[in-house]
């Protein structure tokens, strides 16, 4: 069975590595992403992204997440157990700071 799963394995890398780019959404193959999907909001100037559960070597928990440069330490929303705690309360932190500055501007 390990074999199996070995092989299936190095078939994702070899197979779906890559990403494919289509106007504003990316889909990011078996990478260092995982399995990732990235929609790019331009009158947002954020993207949003989901990384969905998936067997990669081992099990990736999902994740979904709106980012201004497609990173989880720099998000203002973020769920699921794939997002490290730390990254969460960051979050949080900078939507209440959003919050903040928008009833301060009028």
Known sequence: MKKFIRKYERWLEKHLGEHISVGPLTIYGFNAMHVAIDLWIKPWRC?????????????????????????????????????????????????RLLKCLKRGSR
């Open 47 to 95: 993207y949003i992204c989901f990384h969905p559960t998936v067997y990669h070597m081992r099990w990736w928990p999902w994740y979904f997440y709106i980012s201004p440069n497609a990173t989880p330490w720099a998000a203002t929303f973020a769920i699921g157990p794939g997002v490290w705690e730390r990254d969460k309360k960051r979050a949080r932190r900078r939507r």
